[in-house]
């Protein structure tokens, strides 16, 4: 089990900066305690000290494998209603990631994945739903972590010990004042977000290369409203992001998208994924590994198949690929485009029990056999911003 002094300044900044814990607060923490509960205690005694009342609802890969080696269909489907209350009722939701081994949903059936996704769609929707108030009555904040773990290290290629560097270095908290720093990434990152808010559309272009016909994508963003994540919904953060505006309100999205890194969901790994969007909608899905798992999740219900995110990484802390959404998805120099469920805050509110982000490199890279591979460029409304994984504008991110 992890020990280390940097988990108390983790969920100082979790309670104090990431959620605005305050007096008489509801919290609901959620994760696996029996592998993290050193985060969980420290979290649970944070939201204590801010005079607020912790509640602690344990997640478990041995109860989730259970579920979908016993339950019978209407049982996966099911939604259960006490954690529908919890979901309706918590003012903050603190969620950490604690994988005891992240295969462990590798070899079950994807149509019993897809049913039980289904069965947290309604928690998924209430959600979304009261994550648009935030502050305001009703509203709800949330952040999720990751506690690094043996499981999560070794998918990453490092020790435990590297790992968890790793990760708490993504979160600045190696800094003497992480809150300050956090709020000083808000401040650049709203120049991008505030600038791209009057934009109609985006081109995202690759050349192409290595044997695939690089990426060549248009999102209309026209009614979009723009994300600034600066480590208030997950920790460590580091992207914006918006919401593609779908028939009948846009266009949607159009042309396609071949993904770089592997993409990651419920512990399956699908390698090189290319997805061909019209209208906002995936119409041809294909991958060279997964690819049964990839179209089962895209044909779980409606809503699967639609775009409901794009999403620029901004957090150069984090250079390498690690298997893990939370962290790939920021990658200073990528884009990420989620098919499934969209935030309504974003001005997408594409409902489905899917969100998945898969993640496209932009910068140029160089194999081992010492070829230059291309990078990509972002441009909005046909004027570049973006160019081979770094912002143009010398006061955005990453400059």
Same mark, same amino acid.
């Given at each position: 089990?992890?020990?280390?002094?940097?988990?108390?300044?983790?969920?100082? =900044?979790? =309670?104090?900066?990431?959620?605005?814990?305050?007096?008489?607060?509801?919290?609901?923490?959620?994760?696996?305690?029996?592998?993290?509960?050193?985060?969980?205690?420290?979290?649970?005694?944070?939201?204590?000290?801010?005079?607020?009342?912790?509640? +602690? /609802?344990?997640?478990?890969?041995?109860?989730?494998?259970?579920?979908?080696?016993?339950?019978?269909?209407?049982?996966?489907?099911?939604?259960?209603?006490?954690?529908?209350?919890? /979901?309706?009722?918590?003012? !903050?939701?603190?969620? *950490?990631?604690?994988?005891?081994?992240?295969?462990?949903?590798?070899?079950?059936?994807?149509?019993?994945?897809?049913?039980?996704?289904?069965?947290?769609?309604?928690?998924?929707?209430?959600?979304?739903?009261?994550?648009?108030?935030?502050?305001?009555?009703?509203?709800?904040?949330?952040?999720?972590?990751?506690?690094?773990?043996? &499981?999560?290290?070794?998918?990453?290629?490092?020790?435990?010990?590297?790992?968890?560097?790793?990760? *708490?270095?993504?979160?600045?908290?190696?800094?003497?004042?992480?809150?300050?720093?956090?709020?000083?990434?808000?401040?650049?990152?709203?120049?991008?977000?505030?600038?791209?808010?009057?934009?109609?559309?985006?081109?995202?272009?690759?050349?192409?290369?290595?044997?695939?016909?690089?990426?060549?994508?248009?999102?209309? =963003?026209?009614?979009?409203?723009?994300?600034?994540?600066?480590?208030?919904?997950?920790?460590?953060?580091?992207?914006?992001?918006?919401?593609?505006?779908?028939?009948?309100?846009?266009?949607?999205?159009?042309?396609? !998208?071949? /993904?770089?890194?592997?993409?990651?969901?419920?512990?399956?790994? !699908?390698?090189?994924?290319?997805?061909?969007?019209?209208?906002?909608?995936?119409?041809?899905?294909?991958?060279?590994?997964?690819?049964?798992?990839?179209?089962?999740?895209?044909?779980?219900?409606?809503?699967?198949?639609?775009?409901?995110?794009?999403?620029?990484?901004?957090? /150069?802390?984090?250079?390498?690929?690690?298997?893990?959404?939370?962290?790939?998805?920021?990658?200073?120099?990528?884009?990420?485009? &989620? +098919?499934?469920?969209?935030?309504?805050?974003?001005?997408?509110?594409?409902?489905?029990?899917?969100?998945?982000?898969? +993640?496209?490199?932009?910068?140029?890279?160089?194999?081992?056999?010492?070829?230059?591979?291309?990078?990509?460029?972002?441009?909005?409304?046909?004027?570049?911003?973006?160019?081979?994984?770094?912002?143009?504008?010398?006061?955005?991110?990453?400059?």
């Amino acid at each position: 089990m992890l020990t280390d002094p940097r988990i108390e300044r983790l969920a100082d =900044v979790l =309670v104090r900066y990431s959620t605005r814990v305050k007096k008489g607060d509801l919290v609901t923490i959620t994760g696996d305690i029996a592998v993290a509960s050193p985060l969980c205690n420290a979290i649970y005694a944070a939201v204590l000290r801010a005079g607020a009342h912790p509640f +602690v /609802y344990p997640r478990s890969e041995d109860h989730h494998e259970l579920q979908l080696t016993h339950a019978s269909d209407e049982q996966l489907t099911h939604t259960n209603p006490i954690l529908q209350h919890i /979901y309706n009722t918590a003012d !903050v939701q603190i969620s *950490f990631w604690a994988e005891q081994n992240t295969k462990y949903l590798s070899k079950f059936d994807p149509r019993r994945v897809a049913l039980a996704q289904q069965g947290r769609k309604p928690l998924m929707l209430t959600f979304m739903k009261r994550e648009v108030l935030g502050d305001a009555p009703g509203g709800l904040r949330w952040v999720g972590t990751q506690y690094p773990t043996n &499981a999560a290290a070794q998918d990453a290629e490092m020790s435990l010990t590297q790992y968890a560097d790793f990760v *708490f270095r993504a979160g600045l908290l190696h800094l003497p004042d992480p809150v300050a720093a956090w709020q000083q990434i808000h401040t650049t990152q709203q120049r991008a977000c505030d600038w791209l808010q009057s934009k109609k559309s985006l081109h995202f272009f690759v050349p192409p290369h290595d044997n695939h016909d690089g990426t060549d994508l248009r999102v209309d =963003v026209s009614k979009g409203i723009w994300e600034n994540c600066s480590g208030q919904s997950n920790f460590p953060d580091g992207e914006i992001f918006c919401g593609p505006t779908l028939p009948p309100d846009g266009l949607g999205a159009d042309g396609h !998208v071949n /993904y770089t890194f592997p993409a990651v969901y419920q512990g399956h790994e !699908v390698h090189r994924v290319r997805l061909k969007f019209k209208a906002g909608r995936v119409v041809d899905a294909s991958a060279s590994k997964g690819e049964d798992f990839l179209i089962k999740m895209l044909d779980q219900d409606q809503g699967a198949r639609n775009m409901g995110e794009i999403a620029i990484g901004t957090n /150069y802390a984090i250079s390498d690929f690690t298997k893990n959404t939370l962290f790939d998805e920021k990658i200073g120099g990528t884009f990420h485009a &989620a +098919v499934g469920a969209g935030y309504p805050k974003t001005g997408n509110a594409n409902e489905s029990g899917l969100h998945w982000d898969m +993640v496209c490199d932009l910068r140029q890279h160089t194999t081992k056999e010492g070829k230059p591979l291309p990078g990509g460029t972002i441009s909005a409304d046909n004027e570049p911003f973006h160019k081979n994984g770094r912002f143009l504008p010398k006061d955005w991110p990453g400059n």
